[in-house]
Every structure is written in C-alpha cells, then in structure tokens.
C-alpha cells in the first residue's frame, strides 16, 4: 500500500496499564502477530482482552513500558496499514456507504476506485442494501458488519477486532468468518478477541490466554486446543472459568500473585 513498513510484529515489553492506582495490564511482555494467521485472545469477562487490543492499535498509551510496531513507534494509523474494529462500532453521521467513503477519503483513493471499494465490501459483509441509509439507524449486528466493511476496504495489514461477531445471527457469523478467512489468504494478520471458542478453534493459528491482566499463557492453536499447560486455562476450555466463583474453584488461590493488586 505504502512505502511504510508493515506494523507488525506488535511488540509488548514490561507493559503496564492502571486506571488510577488499580493495574489492568499487568507487565505484559509478548509479541503478536509475528506469523501469518490469526491470533485470538481468550479470556473471561473483564480479563483486559479489550484494553489489551487498544494497546496493542497504540490508541491507549501505557503507563509503563514499550510498544513497537515492525521495530519502531509508528503503529500505521494516519496510512492505515493497520485497523481496528471496537467492541461497540462508532459511525459518523453519514450513510453507511459514506462511513466507508470517508475512510478511503483519508486514505486518497480516487473517486471512482472508492465507489467500486465500498460496492465490494457492502456486497461482502451482506449490507448492499443498506448503503444510502444512516448508518446509526442500523441494528447492532449491522453496524459491527458495516465496521468490518470499512476495516476491509482499507485493506490493512494488521487488523484488530474486538468480538467482531459477538451480536451476529449465524448465518452473519460465518459470513463474517469467510470474509476474515478470505482476508487472512491475503496476507492480513489479524488479532482478535473472542469468546466463542468454536469460533477460535475454526480461525485461530495462535492463542493467547489472558487472566486478571496478565497473559497466562500464549501458544499455537493446536497445542492450546489439544490441552493448554496453564490450569486456568485449562479451566476456561471446560467452560468453568467464572469470575464469580474463582476463589470457589480454586482454594487455595492458585493465582495469588495477582490478588495483591
Ligand atoms: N478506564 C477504566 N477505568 C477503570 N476500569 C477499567 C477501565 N477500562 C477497563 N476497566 C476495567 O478493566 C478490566 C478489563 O476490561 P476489558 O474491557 O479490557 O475486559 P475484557 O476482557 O475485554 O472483557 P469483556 O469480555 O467483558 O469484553 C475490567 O474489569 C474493566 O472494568
Ligand atoms: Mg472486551
């Protein structure tokens, strides 16, 4: 796309995020996307699997500690080498067709490309005929699809995807899916949170598991599917990994380490 280098791998080092006095990120040394494929990030409810991805887009500054992109600190936002799809979609307040058309406006593609690009990624994500209606008048489903639209468009080479299907009906998650295979074939890398673990075990090439903070454990996905070594994670895969019930299921505390936090 550009001259630019790719901005990847995303290298953590010691990394560090509090809100106030409370750590969130919890020292994180890891680097992502340094293969092609997928990465999934699991993790229970409030793990950090969001502010992780925000870090890791170079939206959220840490507090402590560094994150390079390709080696240097330049993430390749302004030439969208690299884009992110939020938990909660924001859209301007224009149709959804202009959504997208504003985002390859920032990127100068010519008119006439543009109009081919946003036809493409309309008919792709299945919201072709949703293209002159606002796109803030769209349901949830539809807007997280017109996100992934516009992140496609842009044809980034690190996308970032924060549950991208979390409220999608079925027939919507696998149309999503192929489109995410689709781009991955391409050469896109992609880091993405999830919960739905068959989903993971259809797309993943990695996992990283993330507890409390802190990464727990990272692998490919065919040694973290056949049987992760971290028993955390070993509980989350039986699906008894709860939040709620943490001091319940394991006494004593196997991570105590972190509850002087
Ligand atoms: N700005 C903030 N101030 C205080 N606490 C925050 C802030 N942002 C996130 N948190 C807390 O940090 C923790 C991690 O949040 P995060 O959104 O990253 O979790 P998550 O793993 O994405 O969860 P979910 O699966 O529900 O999306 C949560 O306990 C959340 O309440
Ligand atoms: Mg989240």
């Known amino acids: 796309m550009t001259g630019k280098p790719a901005p990847y791998p995303v290298k953590l080092e010691n990394v560090w995020f509090n809100a106030r006095t409370k750590p969130l990120i919890k020292d994180i040394s ?8 997928l990465t999934v990030i699991l993790g229970p409810n409030g793990a950090g699997k969001s502010l992780l991805l925000r870090l890791c887009h170079g ?10 992109w390709g080696g240097g600190d330049d993430p390749g936002l302004h030439d969208h080498r690299q884009a992110m799809v939020f938990q909660r979609p924001v859209h301007l307040r224009r149709t959804a067709g202009g959504n997208i058309d ?7 593609m ?6 081919q690009r946003i036809d493409e990624a309309l008919e792709l994500t299945g919201l072709s005929r949703y293209r002159a209606i606002p796109a803030r008048l769209l349901s949830f489903g539809e807007q997280q699809r017109l996100a992934l639209a516009r992140a496609w468009a842009l044809a980034p080479d690190l996308l970032l995807l924060d549950e991208p299907t979390a409220n999608l009906d079925p027939a919507a998650q696998r149309l999503i899916e192929e489109v995410l295979l689709k781009m991955i074939a391409g050469g896109t890398r992609v880091l993405m949170s999830s919960h739905d673990l068959n989903q993971a075990r259809r797309l993943a090439s990695h996992v990283v598991f993330l507890y409390r903070g802190r990464i727990k454990e990272q692998s490919s996905a065919e040694q973290f ?23 319940a299921v394991f006494a004593p505390d196997p991570d105590k380490e ?3 936090f």
């Not at 599917?225 to 001091?247: E, I, Y």
């Open 102 to 108: 504003f985002a390859l406006k920032l990127h100068k």
């Open 110 to 115: 010519p008119r006439l490309q543009r109009a």
């Open 258 to 260: 972190d509850d002087k």
């Open 30 to 37: 890891a680097t992502f996307a340094d293969e092609e494929g």
């Open 59 to 68: 939206i959220l500054p840490a507090h402590e500690g560094l994150v390079t």
């Open 225 to 247: 599917f056949a049987g992760p070594k971290n028993d955390l994670a070993q509980s989350f895969l039986r699906g008894d990994l709860l939040w709620w019930r943490r001091r």
